[in-house]
């Protein structure tokens, strides 16, 4: 069990996403950077639909109550265990009373701003509509549908975790799976339903200019700014179905990218759609940083999904080999 | 014994894998370590009187745990994990050993002082193979 010592606003408890309740109204949420959590997970030889717990404001400060197996990935916040620094990407045993620490996320190879820290066996929180995501907008999911605060106490599923192989770590995808364009990190990007309405001009600037990242951004959607995106001519559409990657453009051509804890539906024009495989890049792009958008082919969508999934096995694999663990799946 | 049986001990543990030897006397210890990886200027052999009753300096030399390409700094920063001369804890990371996207660490076998790296970095090792000289202070 671990003890919320001090926490800035919006960490939440998130699971991969409460996949499949669109249906019901109800938006996906899950972890920004998916691949973080999936690794943190896997460090700690947790089943995939594992929650832990997302942190974007710094510092973030937990004391163990009790034995217990943890995990680090995400940006790099120069973690330590009471004064012990610890690696990024990094999977450690906690005894009870040891203090874990996270700073500000620190400028170096990869510059993120979301931390994840995982459990052994996951934080225990019910399930609700299928997932361990908070769900801010519905006040459900995670701890009582609601951020974290200093003084929240949340336990671990696994028992007896401090048996298990623990100091090692994983390389961060950032690195395993570039992708830049000139010095920016990119994102791909699939054009959407009313693409073919904007102007030249528009198209140029989608795909040549350098997006910065808003401080009105955040789990709900990504506020960009640069050229304005202008329609030929007026575009009216009615409320439809969205999903977290569509580029909605409002009137005002400052783009806004949906992210996980996006409203289901939506009246705006979609100029494209970021392919869910490069969701987590744009999820760790810091407030104030630029961001570039590739154009990409559904084929290219499916073959970057699948090179994510075959990160993830081959982590899982050595993780497991490592700690001598053993899966039945 | 001579320095020529010593050199003797040194070629043999060369050729069994063997990384250090100690002996211990009623009055000496003496420590054979890393003789593959020395060079003349650097003997092999260290021989101390074991006389001090105060606490004194040692030397080990930490072994890789694991095959992998070894690392000096971890693959997201720019600065080693412990450089020489910096003061570690026992289980501290001194340096990596990356299998594909997996980083093992090799790691503080006590609280102490880092010494030399004995291999550059992202150099492919073996299991067994001498990285980095640690000294510690010993309570005799």
């Known amino acids: 069990m671990i003890e919320i010592v001090t926490t800035g606003a919006l960490a939440t408890v998130q699971d991969r ?36 717990i997302e942190i974007q404001i710094f510092p973030f400060q937990a004391r163990f109550t009790e034995d217990c197996a943890f995990a680090i990935t995400g940006a790099d916040c120069g973690a330590s265990l ?28 990869w510059r993120a701003g979301r931390a994840y820290l995982c459990l052994a066996g996951g934080v225990d929180v019910p399930t609700v509509l299928g997932s361990r995501s908070t769900q801010l907008r519905g006040a459900f999911g995670g701890l009582d549908g609601r951020q974290l605060r200093s003084g929240d106490r949340l336990r671990a599923r696994a028992v007896n975790s401090a048996a298990t ?6 390389s961060p995808p950032a690195l395993d799976l570039p992708l830049t364009v000139g010095d920016l990190p990119a994102v791909r990007v699939l054009p959407a339903a009313e693409y073919a309405q904007y102007t030249e001009a528009a198209h140029h600037a989608l795909w040549n200019d350098a997006w ?42 400052q783009p806004i990218v949906q992210m996980r804890d996006a409203q289901p539906s939506g009246g705006y024009p979609k100029i494209g759609v970021v392919i869910e495989a490069d969701l987590w890049r744009l999820g760790q792009a810091p407030i104030g940083s630029h961001i570039r958008f590739m154009q990409t082919s559904w084929d290219e969508a499916l073959a970057a ?8 096995t081959e982590a899982r694999r050595l993780a497991d080999l490592h700690s001598g663990r053993t899966r039945s799946c | 014994m001579s320095f020529d049986q010593f050199r003797d001990l040194t070629a043999w ?61 971890h693959p997201l920063h720019t600065t080693m994990l412990a450089p020489e001369g910096t003061r570690v804890q026992a289980g501290q990371a001194l340096g990596l050993l990356r299998i594909g996207p997996l980083l093992v ?36």
């Open chain 1, 82 to 109: 009471d004064d012990l620094p610890l690696p990024p990407w990094w999977v450690q045993t906690a005894t009870a009373g040891q203090i874990l620490n996270l700073g500000i996320p620190r400028r170096g190879a």
């Open chain 1, 212 to 253: 910065r990242v808003t401080p009105h951004s955040n789990r709900y959607g990504y506020r960009l700014e640069g050229t304005p995106l202008l329609a030929a001519a007026p575009i009216e559409t009615r409320s439809h179905g969205i999903v977290p990657g569509v580029i909605q453009v409002p009137p005002n051509g």
């Open chain 1, 165 to 170: 192989r623990t100091g090692f770590g994983l």
């Open chain 1, 17 to 52: 996403g409460r996949d499949g309740a669109l249906k019901w109204g109800v938006g996906s949420s899950g972890a920004l950077d998916d691949l973080a959590l999936a690794a943190g997970n896997i460090l700690l030889g947790n089943d995939d639909d594992a929650a832990g």
């Open chain 1, 305 to 312: 999904g699948e090179q994510n999934a075959r990160w993830l």
């Open chain 2, 13 to 73: 543990m060369d050729e069994a894998g063997i990384d250090e030897l100690e002996l211990v006397g009623p009055s000496f210890r003496l420590r054979l370590g890393g003789s593959g990886l020395q060079t003349p200027d650097d003997p092999a052999v260290a021989l101390d009187r074991n006389a001090a009753p105060e606490a004194k300096p040692s030397h080990q030399i930490v072994a890789a745990p694991t095959v992998g390409l070894f690392l000096h700094r």
């Open chain 2, 105 to 140: 660490p090799v790691i503080a076998p006590r609280d102490g002082i880092v010494g030399a790296m004995l291999v550059a970095h992202e150099t492919v090792v073996g299991f067994g193979t001498s990285l980095v000289e640690f000294h510690h202070f010993e309570r005799s």
